[in-house]
């Protein structure tokens, strides 16, 4: 069952619109990550976009707590919950967002993990790719 159906059985009401994008231009000067996507749902009875990423993950370093799950996005606001996943493993950690850098200064990662964030969904010291689902 779709979730426009259930919601139509319950009465409510529920609008839901897929925001295509083409090419992700998010960033200042043009600035193109590899191996991005992103998908935005808008939910317009909740005014909340329910924002979907696929990219690469790598580890903070010393930058974060490595016993807490934290992590740096790079537009994600301040607080942010991220729910990561890692499809390799199917493993998956919610990580509070802490901060925020700059694209062009790492090497096309969209997500900076903490230690223990990274180990949970094993990834190691390389990184991988993983995919994010957050709420803004």
Known sequence: ?????ETQDMDLPMEIEDIPI???ELLEDDVKIEGYSIK?????????????EEGRAELAGDDIPTSKNFAHHFNA???TVI??????TNKTVFVKVVGNFNIEDQNSSIIRLSELSASSIGLDSEGGVVTLSYAR
Not at 83 to 88: A, D, E, H, I, Y
């Open 40 to 52: 935005i749902t808008r939910l317009k009875e909740y005014n909340l976009e329910k924002v979907e």
């Open 1 to 5: 069952m779709d979730i426009e159906a």
């Open 22 to 24: 083409e090419s992700v």
């Open 77 to 79: 606001p301040l607080g």
């Open 83 to 88: 729910m990561v996943n890692n499809p390799k």
